[in-house]
């Protein structure tokens, strides 16, 4: 078997959103749903005193993921029929439309916020890693797309040569479920479970 | 590039897994690319049927970026750009950024132009009847030779438009040269300011600055009100290269901006947040520091610059403590002294952070100093901008590797010929934003009072606008309802003609609305480039669809009927003369490729073959052999010729300030002064979900770019408002309704909103802006010298909803 990654370069990353209007248009996706999302973390404080004196702690990273098509995936553990399941040959995660019921166990389940049930269709809809075009010989298509090129993706030998498991805010810690997403942080990044590492824009990746 | 499935279609690829997939899977990627889908080998399917087509995007970013059209039974299936899976980080790829990701969506927009119609409703109301081509041709005819035989063709207007750009764009101004004239217009909405300013300080060619890559070497970059990576977000345009920049600068960047824009995210601890419009009184308080620390150039200063001190003052102001130095140490023009005392309280900057900054400004060699466009766009723009280009002079890091002069990057770029105007026999020609001020009164516009340019006067008021692709005549002017009302009045400008893809604002004010193609619905070409140049030529991604046509081909109709078609076409059609200008390109550009060989690839792209560009490179190395164009040949600091019109001129209030030094001014009282009424400034910014208008109605990135004003957690906490809030934004000019982005990423003080929403008001009713267009809140006041755009300097109050 060969498991695939994604990597993220946060050092690269400027938070523009190409990765998931490119895979919208590709995937053919509709207002409401987005496979891969940019996330904004934002803490700190700007202030201005007495005498108008500007004083700032702010610091401010965007993190752009999509399915990180974990090792010990929460969406498969919970799935009631075994429609969302994990590729023998690629370990990438996808849902079997056929089976899925469309209960919604898999969106609450995910810590990264990848499943989610599209009421319209009946069943669960996800990034899928761009499997086609992957056997293809082709990369996903957010990760072709990225104008500053902070993104990949190769077998996890390849990905995780790049950088380290993705370990940093808003994300959970990578122990959970072990997720196939390896990165570069920025200088800014939080490290997973810092309480100020709250994403700052929910409409936008909801 | 990556060219791995040229042939097959994406879905019917997924619609055929069990072959394709099954065949993929076995024969692994080589034979899976190699055989069963290489170019030439028969399909595997009839389903399989898909065409592949180049285009650009055109709009006025200016990334021009790749498209790379899927197409199958002549519809756009998705849209791809120039890439390859494995590209090095240094390859020059112009890929498209986020918005040409969505052409699909505007291409089959509900709100698309499909027919040629004409207006039933009042002007500005939107409601429009479908007509023929017959019609709509036969009435613009008359209409056009109606103005024309009754107020001369200095009543003809085309207005400034951002919408598209190509080599063929600009056919109109032929069409009118044709007709024997229009009122002619200079400056535009994105740097009128700075362009004015600039030519009287470093020449003609001074605009562009260096290269970015030339940052690389620098030991400190210094960005001021710029966010390149938002600002032309494509793939080897400032994004890129910003991106490109950060990673491989030796030195540090400090951001100097109202707002932590995108660009510094990631790397906070280098913004140094100031207070919008301040730009100058931060330079002079640097200035102070180097002068005072004997930290200054001065062999630099008086080789190659006029002004600084009254050594090299012009002998009409030799003496009388007018230079530069007399302004900051307190001898001159308002007699105090620019320390960083005085600056602080402004800027909104700590002295001793300003110190702090100075010492690295004086010891930083080399020194890259860049501005965006920000710190020009304010009533205070022609001198806030040039107060910037201070720093390099002041330290001797210009012309230089590794500096910049303190303009905007410039650019490597292949510059395609585009179609030529003619020339136009009517001279005088109007600053761009003060078209509503020419169709309301414009014969009391002068030279003096109005900068009038190639006349005195204007002899008559605009009666006609020709409008392609443009949403200047609302949505991007500054004072939305105020234009709105001058457009609404018929007796004033008679007659409007608008060529559009979809019904923006100004779109509403048409009397006959043309439904115009995208540029890569038919055949186009155009140049461009960042760091590193490309060029792309594309052919139609489809057939025509419904009734619409391109511009030439609308504006060969009207000629024909006006009479004047063999001097408009030459006998040429647009793929003619798109060839044609090509062919004139190539003769000077002799490594371009064959007409054919570009239309076959689609992309072209060139490195700078010196690597990067340094701005006034040869200037430094010889300021006499290859001196500037100012009067003096050098740069001026003091520039008679602006004392000359400061003198003449008749300016619009005390608070216009034209000046022939740059010095420090807060712009005008209504606009840059908070009062009880407005207590906060409120400033525009450029979003990535659109380019000025263009995509605002596309729904796909309004919701994953929702339009907010972003205010300081402190002023939201006064307010009563928490994020995501819908927020009423007012002053004087009007109201607007969008939401509440409550971050710390601006300053107190300052509300920041992403200009370019599309305006949504009743406008016979509340004409509350339920859109979020910032332009419901700005003025249409021009800046002095300029008379340009004004549009970041703004004061508003905020409520909850």
């Known amino acids: ?206 | 590039m990556s060219e791995l499935m040229p042939n097959v279609s994406r879905r019917s690829f997924v619609k055929t897994t069990g072959a394709l997939g099954a065949l993929a899977a076995v024969g692994g990627t080589v034979a899976a690319t190699g055989s069963v889908f290489g170019k030439g080998t028969p399909q595997a399917h009839a389903e399989a049927e898909e065409k592949v087509t180049w285009g650009h995007c055109a709009i006025n970013c200016p990334g021009r970026c790749s498209l790379k059209f899927h197409v199958k039974d002549d519809e756009v299936a998705w849209v791809e750009t120039y890439t390859s899976k494995d590209a090095d980080f240094d390859e020059v790829q112009p890929r498209a950024c986020l918005r040409g990701r969505t052409y699909r969506r505007w291409l089959a927009d509900p709100n698309r132009v499909n027919y040629p119609m004409k207006r039933v409703g009042k002007r500005g109301e939107g409601k429009f009847e479908q007509i023929s081509w017959d019609e709509a041709i036969d009435t613009i005819a008359s209409e056009l030779r109606r103005i024309i035989d009754a107020y001369g063709n200095e009543a003809v207007y085309i207005p400034y438009a951002t919408g598209v750009s190509s080599s063929t764009a600009r056919s109109l101004p032929r069409f009118m040269t044709c007709l024997g004239g229009y009122l002619g217009s200079y400056g535009d909405y994105s740097a009128a300011q700075l362009e004015m300013i600039t030519p009287f300080t470093l020449g003609s060619k001074g605009f562009n600055g260096s290269t970015l890559n030339a940052a690389e070497d620098a030991q400190l970059i210094l960005a001021f009100g710029t966010s390149p990576t938002e600002t032309r977000q494509g793939g080897a345009v400032s994004h890129y290269d910003w991106v490109h920049l950060r990673e491989r600068a030796k030195g540090k960047i400090v951001y100097i901006d109202p707002r932590l824009n995108d660009s510094a995210m990631g790397r906070s601890a280098e913004w140094l947040p100031i207070n919008p419009g301040t730009d100058a009184a931060l330079c002079s308080a640097i200035a102070h520091e180097l002068i005072v620390n004997e930290q200054i150039d001065k062999e630099f200063l008086d080789t190659y610059c006029v002004g600084f001190d009254d050594t090299t003052m012009p002998e009409s102001a030799k003496g009388q403590n007018k230079s530069y130095k007399d302004y900051i140490m307190g001898t001159g023009y308002d007699m105090e002294e620019k320390t960083p005392e005085w600056a602080a309280p402004i800027t909104g900057i700590s002295a001793d952070r300003i110190r702090a900054l100075a010492e690295e400004v004086g010891t930083a060699k080399p020194l890259y100093v860049v501005q965006g466009w920000g710190p020009q766009r304010r009533s205070n723009g022609e001198l806030n901008s040039w107060s910037i280009m201070m720093l390099p002079l002041l330290t001797g890091q210009f012309g230089l590797p590794g500096t910049n002069t303190g303009e905007r990057e410039g650019s490597y770029s292949i510059s395609v010929q585009t179609i030529p105007a003619g020339t136009n026999p009517v001279k005088a020609k109007i600053p761009v934003f003060l078209f509503t001020d020419a169709i309301d009164h414009g014969t009391e516009m002068t030279a003096l009072n109005a900068g009038v340019q190639g006349a005195d006067k204007l002899n008559v008021n605009i009666k006609c606008m020709l409008n392609y692709a443009g949403n200047c005549l609302t949505n991007q002017h500054g004072d939305i309802n105020h234009a709105h009302d001058i457009l609404a009045d018929e007796s004033k400008c008679e007659f409007i003609v608008v060529w559009e893809t979809v019904f923006t604002d100004s779109a509403k004010y048409a009397d006959i609305l043309l439904p115009d193609l995208f540029r890569f619905e038919q055949v186009s070409q155009i140049g461009t480039g960042g760091d590193h140049a490309y060029m792309i030529s594309g052919q139609p991604c489809t057939t025509p669809k419904f009734e619409r046509k391109t511009l030439y081909d609308s504006l060969t109709l009207l000629a024909a009927k006006m009479g004047v078609e063999e001097e408009f076409t030459e006998g040429k059609t647009q793929e003619d003369w798109i060839k044609e200008l090509y062919e004139k390109t190539r003769a000077k550009d002799s490594e371009l490729p064959t007409y054919e060989e570009a239309m076959e690839m689609g992309v072209y792209t060139r490195k700078n073959p010196k690597g990067c560009t340094i701005a006034m490179e040869a200037f430094r190395k010889d300021p006499v052999a290859n001196a500037l164009d100012t009067p003096s040949g050098k740069v001026e600091i003091y520039s008679e010729q602006l004392a000359e019109i400061a003198a003449t001129w008749e300016l619009d209030g005390d608070d216009a300030l034209i000046s022939p030094i740059p010095v420090y001014t807060h712009g005008f009282d209504e606009l840059d002064i908070p009062t009880e009424e407005f207590p906060l400034r409120c400033s525009g910014f450029h979003y990535r979900g659109r380019t000025h208008s263009s995509w605002g109605g596309v729904e796909l990135l309004k919701e994953a770019n929702p339009q907010e004003a972003w205010i300081n957690p402190v002023d939201a906490e006064e307010r009563d408002i928490v994020q995501g809030d819908t927020i009423r934004v007012k002053n004087a000019f009007g109201e607007i309704e969008l939401l509440a982005k409550v971050t710390p990423r601006v300053v107190p003080g300052t509300v920041c909103i992403s200009q370019g929403a599309w305006h949504n008001a009743d406008m016979s009713g509340d004409r509350v802006d339920k859109g979020g267009c910032i332009n419901t809140l700005t003025t249409h006041r021009p800046s002095p010298l300029a008379k340009g755009n004004p549009q970041h300097s703004n004061i508003c109050e905020v409520v909850k909803a």
């Open chain 1, 1 to 206: 078997m060969t498991q695939y990654a994604f990597y993220f370069d946060g050092t690269r990353c400027t938070g523009c959103k190409t990765c998931e209007m490119a895979c919208k248009d590709f995937k053919d996706l509709d207002l409401g749903f987005a496979y891969r999302k940019v996330y904004e973390v934002t803490t700190g404080e700007t202030t201005r005193d007495a005498e108008g004196i500007i004083a700032t702690s702010c610091v401010s990273y965007p993190f752009s993921m999509s399915c990180n098509h974990c090792d010990d995936p929460a969406c498969v553990k919970v799935c009631p029929t075994t429609a969302m399941h994990k590729d023998p040959e690629t370990g990438l995660v996808s849902v079997d439309t056929a089976k899925c019921i469309g209960c919604g166990y898999c969106h609450m389940a995910c810590p990264y916020n990848a499943p989610k049930v599209d009421r319209s269709k009946g069943h669960s809809v996800k990034c899928d890693g761009c499997a086609d075009r992957v056997a293809a010989g082709e990369k996903p298509v957010c990760v072709e797309a990225c104008p500053a090129r902070a993104l990949d993706f190769g077998t996890v030998e390849e990905m995780s040569a790049l950088g380290r498991i993705a370990d940093v805010a808003p994300l959970p810690d990578p122990a959970y479920t072990t997720p196939n997403l390896y990165i570069k942080p920025s200088e800014d990044a939080l490290p997973f479970g810092a309480p100020n590492g709250k994403v700052v824009n929910p409409l936008e990746v909801e």
